[in-house]
């Protein structure tokens, strides 16, 4: 068994796939910066809509509550095939790349969406009510007030979820977007060993997501001893929270 | 826009998705036990073990939080019958999910041990606790204070997560999915369907976890 695999290593570790790789690496990085930099975006849009008041405003705002409660139970992988079909049964010729990327955002907003109202929640309501007084308009408030407060709360939290998100975009190869998870299945069906295809695929989502956790672990002492006091945040392994109160 | 909706057609196949639904919660289950078993073993060397079992424990963590499910299940899957072991779909999914929540609940689990401070334990032993009477009323609420909300998310995350069973055959919910629309084409309808019990599935758990909470831990948590 191993002298087949070090035959095939021999064939397997050449400049060509490892071009290929890296370019299957960089597919993924950059689906999952563009799918979880708009994701921020649109959780920012979302929470700002969700926290309007105003009775007129309801509807809104149950909407916005709507599409965060379901689309954080929706699995990835269901999500993917249904964005997938919507898009091709309408006749819309967008790329698997596109594709890809629409469901990584619809799923990101909603959860950044929800990291994000945990950052402002942590902003205290007196701050708030001090803006209202002094005359700044709801979005001055945002912008110049509870933002660079709730910033540090919400950066730790978003970035494991995008660190953690590098990782579910190996579903996308199911779709056929070529990533990395997809080459490796495309050098399984070559014929090179699993172990070696897959193996080698492995240890390149361990290089692209290990630094980045550490990155977030530093991220993530740095900002809370710049935090004035207890409050805790858990940037969690597990994005879906029930809440405790 | 040429696309015809046929609901009727998709909404026949409801009962043989329920199917699917009930072994997405089985697997989901099973998994759930065998990977907070080993987090359990996980966590308890993490905080009293050596410093070899320490580092090894520290690997296997970090090396299952670090890569895809979707791509270790591939190595399983291929890869070890390379090596003469041969395991079934269902199987391969069970192995991967045991091994990778079990990653993951070391590190949730290793949170709640941290949490039951020396000072108590001794304070009981004082007040003539047994061994079993500190573990009843002073180390088990405890813990289940502490861990029982970020392991019934952990439990809801992977209700989602074994959607991934799918693409390895298992019939679970998404599993019938793609059966039934490759045979009707109605793949929007049956994805939508799917969808919406995946969210049914999981508000129904987080509202009995929610109630279970409350009653045997006293946890105080809302499901909205």
Known sequence: MFDVFLEQAAEFFIWDNAFFLFRAMMTTLFMTIVGCGLGFIFGMILIYLRKTPGLIFWPVRMTMIFYVEVF????????LFLVMFTVKGFGLDYSLFTIACISIVIISTAFIGEIIRGGL???????????????FSRLQTLCHVVLPQAWKVVLPPAFAFFVMFIKDTALTSQVGVLELTQAAKYYNNLGYSAILSFGTVL????????????????????????RRDDDEVESGVTPYELRQT | MNYTFQWGEAFIEV???????????????IGFWSGATIGLFGALGKTYGGPVTKKLIDWYVIFFTNTPGLVTAFFIFFGLPEFGILLSPYNT????????????????????????HKAELEAAETMGFTLLQQLRYV????????????LSNWYIWMILGTAMAAIFGVEELTGRVFNRAAETFRSIELYTIAAGMYVAITVLASFILVAIGRWAFRVKAKVF
Do not use: C
Not at chain 1, 122 to 130: E, F, G, I, M, P
Not at chain 1, 218 to 223: I, N, Q, T, V
């Open chain 1, 72 to 79: 954080r139970r929706v699995p990835f992988l269901v999500l």
């Open chain 1, 121 to 135: 929640d942590s902003v205290h309501q007196t701050q708030w009510d001090t803006a209202d007084a002094m005359n």
């Open chain 1, 203 to 226: 240890l390149l989502y361990f290089v692209l997501s290990y630094p980045m956790t550490r990155l977030g672990w530093w991220m993530e002492a740095r900002l809370r001893d710049r």
């Open chain 2, 15 to 29: 009962p043989y998705l329920l199917g699917g639904a009930w072994i997405t919660l089985h697997l989901s289950f």
């Open chain 2, 93 to 116: 999914i069970l192995l991967n999910i045991a091994l990778n929540s079990g990653a993951y609940m070391t590190e949730i689990m290793r949170g709640g041990f941290v949490s039951v």
């Open chain 2, 139 to 150: 180390i088990v609420p405890h813990i289940a204070k502490v861990l029982f909300a970020p």
